[in-house]
């Protein structure tokens, strides 16, 4: 399956700007993924954290800036069927984002009718594939979002994603939904694919251990605005420069009554 | 403790079944509560909330609730008419929900809410009600209450709307607080604001709180103790301070499956189910 994907996609982005109306949700946010990195986005909400994914993959105007694949000599132009068949985009809500009246099978069907992709008979081991890559197996194949778990939901949502073979994935709180330990099984999931299939990864989370466990680098948001772009490892460690990453560090390490 | 708050023994929720019979999502919960503040975390569908939702009288229609032992402040729960009961709701006893989006009311403003409350349980002219809520609006650490006041619910933020919530249901000063999940529709940093207020009020006015959680990290740096329930059951009861030293399975995996920063694990410890969990 890794051969007919071709190269791998990065990401790159310029100066950023998406404004709704008046108000400006991202203000000049610049940043690059290599192919195969993995980035990370944190941020309170109206941070305009989750804006910069669905400008990415085009659920949210641009009013100016610069978006493009990197990492082959032709890449698909943002808008292009080919680019939104090689950004993928998961969402936060499983119960939310798979419709309630389609089966799994029907759901991921769906972008393959889209795109155009495979005769019947291939579509087929495709969805087969797609399932046994989430780890849900063909038991799941004809039942409703209603009869899943969350977990299994989120894995659902995982698959349609990657059924179009897509290159760069973008992540919008893909556990925040969850129990912590259906979060550590998804965790483990995603990046085992991330692995297998050589994606970019681009996720949002207000969970800094969550986005420092998947990512290697990560941008702070506030206001629409980058504060501070650091490496897990310096996170970690507790080396950052802001004071608002710091406030976010401290607040992810539990209530302090001295603190208070 | 002589003089227990809130007592409860053997407390069991039932809900009837698709295939005839009940099914029972809390089984036999028993703890008892004084003026401290007693974590309740679980994962979905443990029974946390129901627990909670007994307690507070609020449970769905058709559920059943039984218990060996369900007495507050030495009133029989059981046994006190629906009256009684609905004028505790709100007065003494009173609980605040996770999201402020669902549960404010979208049609009145805050402040007529917050003096809603208070008038039905206490005897205060419409004035000395506004009063009353401004001043509560205050201590939740809201800037500008006149302006709160009168605001809907789809006007202020998460974190506004929550505190809005917390100013509602102490309005009445209630002996027992029942927490749930309150600040998990919130962000980090405003997560831990609305906790400082909590703790302060709970501190100063010697409520009881019940905080029912699903995240483990964050009740154990809030409360005194810590129950663990797992379908339907207490695993295991214990000390938040003692929380790292947890011997039940259940809980060591929980805490165990958790991302930590600066502390990279790959793959993450997953949660290995076992059947006698259950039991």
């Given at each position: 399956m890794n051969a007919e994907r071709g190269a791998r996609a990065g990401l790159s982005l310029q100066h950023l700007r998406v404004v709704f109306d008046r108000f400006?949700?991202?203000?000049?946010v610049s940043f690059e993924v290599e192919p195969g990195g993995s980035f990370g986005i944190v941020g309170e909400s109206g941070s305009g954290k989750s804006t910069v994914l669905r400008a990415i993959c085009g659920l949210a105007p641009l009013a100016a800036g610069r978006l493009a694949l990197t990492g082959s000599a032709e890449p698909a132009l943002p808008g292009s069927k080919a680019f939104r068949r090689q950004v993928q985009m998961v969402f936060q809500d499983p119960y939310a984002s798979?419709?309630?009246?389609?089966t799994v099978d029907r759901l991921l069907a769906e972008p393959l009718a889209i795109h155009g992709i495979g005769r019947p008979d291939e579509r087929e081991a495709r969805i087969e594939q797609a399932l046994d890559d989430v780890g849900l197996?063909?038991?799941?194949?004809?039942?409703?979002?209603?009869?899943?778990?969350g977990g299994q939901r989120q894995r659902i949502a995982i698959a349609r994603a990657l059924i179009l073979e897509p290159q760069v994935l973008l992540l919008d709180?893909?556990?925040?939904?969850?129990d912590a330990s259906v979060q550590a099984e998804v965790l483990n999931l995603l990046e085992a694919l991330r692995q297998r299939h050589g994606l970019t990864f681009v996720m949002v989370s207000h969970d800094l251990a969550v986005v420092t466990h998947l990512c290697q680098r990560l941008m702070v948001m506030q206001r629409g605005r980058a504060v501070e772009f650091v490496s897990a490892d310096d996170l970690g460690a507790h080396r950052v420069s802001a004071d608002y990453t710091r406030s976010l560090m401290q607040a992810s390490l539990g209530f302090s009554r001295a603190a208070a | 403790m002589s003089h227990a708050l809130l007592e409860v023994e053997n407390l069991r929720v039932a809900y009837p079944a698709r295939e005839g019979g009940h099914s029972e999502v809390v089984r036999g919960v028993s703890f008892t509560l004084g003026r401290e503040r007693l974590g309740i975390v679980g994962e979905s569908g443990s029974g946390k909330s129901q627990t909670g939702r007994a307690i507070m009288g609020l449970?769905?229609?058709g559920g059943r609730v039984t218990a060996d032992t369900l007495r507050f402040a030495g009133m029989d729960l059981q046994t006190i008419t629906p009256r009684e009961r609905r004028s505790l709701r709100g007065g003494r006893i009173a609980m605040i929900l996770q999201d402020p989006k669902f549960s404010l009311?979208?049609?009145?403003?805050i402040g007529a809410q917050i003096v809603e409350t208070l008038r039905a349980h206490r005897k205060v002219s419409q004035r000395v009600a506004r009063e009353r809520a401004l001043e509560a609006l205050a201590t939740v650490q809201i800037d500008d209450p006149e302006r709160v006041y009168a605001l809907h619910a789809h006007e202020v933020s998460g974190g506004m709307g929550q505190r809005a919530m917390i100013a509602m249901m102490l309005i009445a000063e209630p002996e027992l607080l029942i927490a749930d999940e309150p600040t998990s529709a919130l962000d980090v940093t405003v997560q831990l604001q609305v906790l400082a207020i909590l703790d302060k009020l709970v501190a100063e006015r010697g409520m009881g709180l019940v905080f029912i959680s699903h995240d483990l990290r964050l009740v154990s740096s809030f409360c005194d103790r810590v129950l663990v329930m797992y379908a339907g059951r207490v695993v295991e009861a214990i000390a938040a301070s003692e929380l790292h030293n947890a011997q039940h399975a259940y809980t060591q995996g929980l805490l165990n499956c958790l991302p930590q920063l600066g502390a990279a694990r790959h793959p993450l410890p997953t949660l290995a189910r076992q059947p006698e969990w259950a039991l």
């Open positions: 400006v949700a991202v203000d000049d798979l419709h309630p009246r389609q197996g063909q038991g799941f194949r004809f039942r409703y979002p209603h009869q899943l778990s709180e893909p556990t925040s939904a969850l | 449970t769905a229609p009311n979208p049609v009145m403003t």
